[in-house]
């Protein structure tokens, strides 16, 4: 499984988190909170989100957000993942949380959204379980990148 997200990654900084999140997982399911430091990724601190997962009932609080993901969203850190917005892909990112803890291990996500102010964003994230006792998720690391593919503004200067 592993190895087949790899080769479905494309975008180089989702590929280096994601081979960031496998060293410090080891011979281990899944890797703790403590084996992450920032001094190791400091190239991806933009793009990383740190979520809490918390039981009865469940919710996905962001406990770190990067300039990049907090850019994109309204949510800040401390809020839950379920106050997102549709617009802001609420739904589909609640359902890669939940295929990350139900199935154990990386989720990874490329799809295109909508803006109705901007284009079109092609978005490519990967969601990776976090346990302390290296049973119970109970954190996920999650590296999302998202670049214009279609952009609604004119173009600038030059007539054609």
């Given at each position: 499984m592993i190895d087949k997200i790899r080769q479905e990654i494309t975008h180089p900084d989702i590929?280096?988190?994601?081979?960031?999140?496998?060293?410090?997982?080891?011979d281990r399911d899944f890797p703790c909170r403590a084996d992450l430091d920032p001094i190791d990724i400091p190239h991806l601190l933009h793009i990383v989100s740190l979520i809490d997962v918390l039981a009865d009932p469940v919710d996905f609080r962001f406990r770190l957000i990067g300039a990049r993901p907090a850019?994109?969203?309204?949510?800040?850190?401390?809020?839950?993942?379920?106050?997102?917005?549709?617009?802001?892909?609420?739904?589909?990112?609640?359902?890669?949380?939940q295929r990350c803890i139900e199935g154990r291990?990386?989720?990874?996500?490329?799809?295109?959204?909508?803006?109705?102010?901007?284009?079109?964003?092609?978005?490519?994230?990967?969601?990776c379980p976090l346990s302390d006792d290296n049973t119970a998720i109970n954190m996920m690391l999650s590296f999302g990148c998202g670049e214009i593919v279609y952009s609604n503004r004119p173009r600038q200067g030059g007539s054609l």
């Open positions: 590929r280096r988190g994601f081979d960031y999140w496998c060293l410090l997982r080891g850019a994109g969203h309204s949510v800040q850190i401390g809020q839950s993942a379920f106050d997102l917005t549709e617009k802001e892909g609420r739904a589909r990112i609640l359902a890669r949380y291990g990386p989720v990874l996500d490329i799809y295109e959204n909508a803006s109705t102010d901007q284009g079109v964003f092609r978005i490519e994230a990967i969601t």
